[in-house]
Nanobody, 115 residues
Framework: VQLVESGGGLVQPGGSLRLSCTTSGFTFSNYAMSWYRQAPGKERESVATISGTGSTTSYADSVKGRFTISNDNAKNTVYLQMNSLKPEDTAVYYC?????????WGQGTQVTVSS
């Protein structure tokens, strides 16, 4: 299983970014995918989750109404559209999935929200 994130960067408060997580090594449509983030000095926290079919999503309260998770089964890719970004969204963002045999993480992508 491989998960590769991209799309992070530096953005001003109020700006937008779209993160991508390209996957391989498993049947993408069979598994839920999640985005997590970890800010300096803080624990890793769940941001958003989407079912394998894409029919069900859930979000942390801190990002509801601002972030949207989606997937493209044809591309084996999950996205996180982040709008109205705030300085407190600054963190390393990780893609995640799990199956019967383990929990899998990407290498992370840095998102910095600063003026």
């Amino acid at each position: 299983v491989q998960l590769v994130e991209s799309g992070g960067g530096l953005v001003q408060p109020g700006g937008s970014l779209r993160l991508s997580c390209t996957t391989s090594g498993f049947t993408f449509s069979n598994y839920a995918m999640s985005w997590y983030r970890q800010a300096p000095g803080k624990e890793r926290e769940s941001v958003a989750t989407i079912s394998g079919t894409g029919s069900t999503t859930s979000y942390a309260d801190s990002v509801k109404g601002r972030f949207t998770i989606s997937n493209d089964n044809a591309k084996n890719t999950v996205y996180l559209q982040m709008n109205s970004l705030k300085p407190e969204d600054t963190a390393v963002y990780y893609c995640n999935t799990h199956d019967l045999w383990g929990v899998y993480w990407g290498q992370g992508t840095q998102v910095t929200v600063s003026s």
